[in-house]
């Protein structure tokens, strides 16, 4: 199985955040397991930092090159994928998380549980 981790997820994985389940854990430290961040988390951590509401770091490739984590870059599929999808969320970098792992076929791990309402495989990340 292949995984997509929702924003959250990661910054909780990478500031051991205790609310981040055993779970979820397994999957961030699994070496065998693919693991993705969508190019998407990285613009919200960006603007979120712009607003001085999270500290992100400036060498997040690094970061991830140690993580050995992949970039999920967004293509015309996903966007295409978001405009299908039914209302249940509001946030558009959600969505696009959401849409990223339906064209994807990829196991979300967050703990929104308002990702469960769509069509998608979710893994809570406090499990």
């Avoid at 955040?17 to 430290?29: H, N, V, Y």
């Avoid at 994807?104 to 893994?123: K, W």
């Amino acid at each position: 199985m292949s995984y997509l981790l929702d924003t959250h997820t990661f910054i909780w994985g990478q500031a051991g955040d205790p609310r981040l389940g055993p779970g979820a854990t397994e999957i961030l430290i699994d070496p065998s397991a693919p693991v993705y961040l969508s190019v998407a988390s990285a613009w919200e951590m960006s603007i979120k930092a712009a607003q001085g509401r999270l500290d992100v770091p400036d060498d997040l490739g690094a970061i991830l090159d140690e993580s050995g984590f992949d970039v999920l870059g967004i293509d015309l599929r996903h966007t295409a994928e978001v405009r299908r999808l039914p209302p249940h969320h509001g946030d558009p970098f959600d969505r696009m998380l959401v849409a990223q792992a339906r064209v994807e076929g990829l196991a979300l791990v967050t703990s929104d549980p308002a990702m469960a309402a769509y069509d998608v495989e979710v893994i809570d990340a406090r499990l």
